[in-house]
């Protein structure tokens, strides 16, 4: 088959970054277009030393017409870019695959409240497919917009998925405590990310609600047929990738085999590993790979389960995940470009 | 009024030369015994060289007999040590801080099975005092032996107290979701705490069971008269020092003024200090310090009570309370030595 | 006494908070003005949570009379802010202490190179007097106005100095190989000093030139009383807090005891701690605190002396080094409010 | 042609588990047999849960015999053990690639008396080949044993060459001040290497003598016919992967074009990346990777050439080099396997 042809709006933030790595390693997929308004006439590698040697492009301002010949445009853009830009490229047969936040939520007056702004194509949004593969594999085959998920809705939805399609928690009493590298953040100029600010340190943020709760409130919702509620907690890890979602939610009956539950539902899962009973799952397990890791069991002499889920937010939680959205979309096995090991340490 | 003679056994490890730098600054203390079977002979500031001309003395085999002189004697010795060693100067006169484990549970069996040995002087645990000035300030006044807190517990327990306190939450459904830096494993060479292991990485540990579990459970439940029960998950941070508690508990009822209970419950503690509404504090906000912060909120849509509690393990968490818990018990400001400010960044 | 009366004009860096950290614990100075451009109107302890507790204080602009009430002066700002307000403060009887480099450089035009701009008051220059006490000790304590040394000179002139005094090494084949943590950078927003990008990581910057190098060189040369030369490579680790100055000189006589030399030098001096013949000097072991721990020895087989020079940039490389300076400018002891012992770990 | 079978023998440690990892995406190499004293019994993904999903091999004991039906046997085992067990295979016919010290020096007197130990095979090493193929590469197409370099070594060595061949600088009075992550220690339980103690620090040692000298003077003194003697000051990093040479040489003509030397010497080589005039190579730009990043310049106003060289200790200073000799001694192309793009952040 011939190459795929890719572009990338937006590719000097880290998810940018972090495509441009996958997609050098995937034997399918030619990067065709890299944009970044703000670096328009730099080599990439002049700002991605890392990248020296691996390609000779050039950045190109986001306007540029050649994203109109790409099979494929993924958006690396903050929230309210794709919203803008997305439609002419769909309209040109383009498909696209948006990073950022614009079209993952289907209720659109929801979306604005959180995001703060009107929203630049709402007759958009319907087609937009949420692209978290292990709820919505079928949809993104043919799904021409995606809209690729957060980092910290993957690993909690992933992470709670199983307690709640099977009814073993009541979906009214769920609480998400889940932390994350500052990656997290994107690569822009700010102090609370510093690294005199940040490392050696460790606080939550967003106590008083986070733009990825209604995301999660919403996709868990829509498959269970019901609302659901949970309480959500980031916080900040004083290290560069990584998410790690401690879960907790009461069972219906304490009976119940976790264990089994969970190796069950994700027995063909590519990017989902359950691992034995007694696992504590590291960030580092994951480190610049596409997989989810997850350890479930009881809290000792209680009826509360309880989930540890890891991801590299930048892989499984943006980058990675968009890759493998993309392999879907266009017939390709689900893993490829995708199976590298995490190094370790 | 003269100087307290103070001896520290097991000065070799993190919270001994945390000892030693209090004390240092301590102007009613004198370091008069440093005890350590492995370093004895050698000069402390060649074993710790951040003290070179600070002080002039040299470790002693803890045997030594100049430990009956003390008037004092803190014990940062493993878990098993003090129970063996601790009755002798007890008898002779000499009041003890142990910072392990030794006398922390009332309920010696319950002891037996978490620490995995029979306790060596169970006819003494009914006389320990469990250090935590913020509920047992007058009994800590008069102790001869004080069993001081673990680190986990002490920002678990100030975090939880007020909600329990005042009914405001059911003492069934409590979640203790913590995290502390690597100083929490000790001086120890150890592979799963090398800088290889732990940096750039996060994970959970003892989701079956902790030992610091069995104490706050104790130790709640004795201040509330009934039965506690919490999920409690413990995390390692990539980092040197401190602890963050992130707590939740159902409440009651919902209207209730959680601001209003904290300020209310901790007005007049020198060591705790509830922050503004809508704060996150930081682990390193108390880095160095004796300081416990503490923010309360309500989860946005929810009737869950989510507490965040700071400590520098080291210090509120284990030598600052044992050198508060001494200037308790020698008719001291409680705040003596412990008022430093923590450096930033 | 009475109390001295503090001004920090530019209190929101690092140097600032620094400060305000130092003189909360010194007895003879009270804070009474803390300016900023961008947090007027704050109360400090908001910008600083560390601080809440220790004292009651807002932020203020910085042209605000008030400083000219002031005894002294602390100017914690960018490089050209004091060249253009210090005058009017000097005029008024407030003595001043910078911590950037306007008033460090003799050679005005030298300056000008360097720093990119005219100077604002080329005829202070002269009265100036560099606040290293080490070497000007007698000048500061008559001083009015004085050049607060910068991080990088501090740890490798007070490396340096004992050799090329002595004459022992030629003065025209030095090398100082730097490294600092990421505080040296400020308080700022900055995409190179993220923690997703100096964290993890290690490289050298200024390779073509940095501004503290004619600091070097005019300060040796001047106590020389001739040219000094030296090959100068600063590097940025990954940490908060810290100069290492890793210095190579060639040896004239391979036959002198540098041990004898180092001590002899530095033997009354409060700040200076000579370190045994094969110690390896921390920076965490002077984290926080006003010392700078020197080691020296030959390379083996070699007529190389390689010294090794540990300061906390912020401390005896900024904030600690001004308020040496103020304790010198007003007789007080020189180490008052500077005596804190660094935590370990 | 068919897949080469590879036994590692101490694959528990963290070079032994870097060659696993390289080896996993190496199209012509099969694991054959991991050998480990202490875990043999084991999965190697219960050991090293990074590799989960990625193997399904048991730790076997050392003395196995399949270790002699492999094609080749990494060693990855402390200091004096291949010495003690490669003879056996190599008269087995097996080819040998010791990553530890005991084939690096061929005055083996030298040897025995920076390690410690008689040598326990001495006739075995004149036929041993140091496996730097940027200077030896034909021979070790041939070799049966390569010794595989040191980490610092391949830094510097890679660093300083073109300026010692080219006769631009002279041979004796060469600076390298290193400065390596702290997997460099290996994994091993030990506390000067704990988080704890590494993390926010940095300090040089062995300054009286590091092993990794008389390897540098023997193999730079070899390739030049004279002897070559340098200051060599290694510093422990607080991070985990990463060698950061820094290099000084009096050059003989300050007119020398240095880019175009260093550009023209390496023109051909797949892994060392001679970088732009004025870069600054950052240890992570290689993270992963075999690559050497060097750079090269002359300090402001000086006759000395300054030379940075980053290398992943993990990678192009063990594991990886390791690879790329099997490479050469099987006839495939030099670069196989050994690909992937370095991650960033």
Same mark, same amino acid.
């Given at each position: 088959?011939?190459? *795929?042809?890719?572009?990338?709006?937006?590719?000097?933030?880290?998810?940018?970054?972090?495509? *441009?790595?996958? +997609? +050098?390693?995937?034997?399918?997929?030619?990067?065709?277009?890299?944009?970044?308004?703000?670096?328009?006439?730099?080599?990439?590698?002049?700002?991605?030393?890392?990248?020296?040697?691996?390609?000779?492009?050039?950045?190109?301002?986001?306007?540029?017409?050649?994203?109109?010949?790409?099979?494929?445009?993924?958006?690396?853009?903050?929230?309210?870019?794709?919203?803008?830009?997305?439609?002419?490229?769909?309209? !040109?047969?383009?498909?696209?695959?948006?990073?950022?936040?614009?079209?993952?939520?289907?209720?659109? !007056?929801?979306?604005?409240?959180?995001?703060?702004?009107?929203?630049?194509?709402?007759?958009?949004?319907?087609?937009?497919?949420?692209?978290?593969?292990?709820?919505?594999?079928?949809?993104?085959?043919?799904?021409?917009?995606?809209?690729?998920?957060?980092?910290?809705?993957?690993?909690? @939805?992933?992470?709670?998925?199983?307690?709640?399609?099977?009814?073993?928690?009541?979906?009214?009493?769920?609480?998400?405590?889940?932390?994350?590298?500052?990656?997290?953040?994107?690569?822009?100029?700010? @102090?609370?990310?510093?690294?005199?600010?940040?490392?050696?340190?460790?606080? =939550?943020?967003?106590?008083?609600?986070?733009?990825?709760?209604?995301? *999660?409130?919403?996709?868990?919702?829509?498959?269970?047929?019901?609302?659901?509620?949970?309480?959500?907690?980031?916080?900040?890890?004083?290290?560069?990738?990584?998410?790690?979602?401690?879960?907790?939610?009461?069972?219906?009956?304490?009976? *119940?085999?976790?264990?089994?539950?969970?190796?069950?539902?994700?027995?063909?899962?590519?990017?989902?590993?359950?691992?034995?009973?007694?696992?504590?799952?590291?960030?580092?397990?994951?480190?610049?790979?596409?997989?989810?890791? @997850?350890?479930?069991?009881?809290?000792?002499?209680?009826?509360?389960?309880?989930?540890?889920?890891? @991801?590299?937010?930048?892989?499984?939680?943006? =980058?990675?995940?968009?890759?493998?959205?993309?392999?879907?979309?266009?017939?390709?096995?689900?893993?490829?470009?995708?199976?590298?090991?995490?190094?370790?340490?």
């Amino acid at each position: 088959m011939g190459q *795929i042809k890719v572009g990338v709006v937006g590719g000097t933030g880290y998810a940018g970054v972090e495509i *441009i790595r996958l +997609l +050098l390693g995937h034997p399918h997929a030619q990067l065709t277009a890299l944009t970044s308004r703000a670096d328009a006439g730099r080599r990439v590698d002049e700002v991605f030393p890392n990248l020296r040697g691996y390609l000779d492009l050039t950045f190109v301002a986001p306007d540029a017409a050649r994203l109109h010949d790409c099979d494929v445009v993924f958006f690396a853009t903050p929230n309210g870019t794709a919203m803008h830009d997305a439609p002419r490229l769909l309209d !040109a047969g383009v498909r696209v695959i948006d990073l950022a936040a614009d079209f993952r939520l289907q209720d659109v !007056a929801e979306w604005s409240r959180w995001y703060g702004m009107a929203h630049a194509c709402p007759e958009r949004v319907p087609e937009a497919v949420y692209g978290l593969p292990e709820i919505n594999r079928e949809a993104i085959r043919s799904a021409r917009l995606v809209a690729n998920p957060g980092c910290y809705p993957t690993a909690i @939805i992933l992470g709670f998925l199983p307690l709640l399609r099977s009814g073993a928690v009541e979906p009214g009493r769920l609480i998400a405590d889940a932390k994350s590298g500052a990656s997290g953040a994107g690569r822009k100029a700010a @102090i609370t990310t510093l690294l005199t600010e940040a490392a050696d340190n460790f606080h =939550a943020y967003g106590v008083s609600g986070h733009r990825h709760l209604p995301e *999660i409130r919403e996709v868990l919702g829509a498959r269970l047929g019901a609302p659901v509620d949970l309480v959500f907690v980031p916080h900040l890890l004083p290290m560069i990738r990584g998410i790690h979602a401690t879960l907790y939610a009461g069972l219906r009956d304490a009976r *119940i085999d976790l264990q089994d539950l969970y190796e069950t539902a994700y027995r063909d899962e590519p990017f989902v590993d359950v691992m034995p009973p007694g696992s504590h799952p590291e960030t580092r397990s994951v480190r610049g790979g596409n997989l989810c890791r @997850i350890a479930v069991s009881q809290a000792p002499g209680s009826d509360t389960a309880v989930v540890l889920s890891v @991801i590299d937010n930048l892989v499984k939680g943006a =980058a990675g995940q968009a890759v493998q959205n993309m392999n879907l979309m266009f017939g390709l096995r689900e893993a490829t470009g995708l199976e590298s090991v995490s190094p370790l340490p």
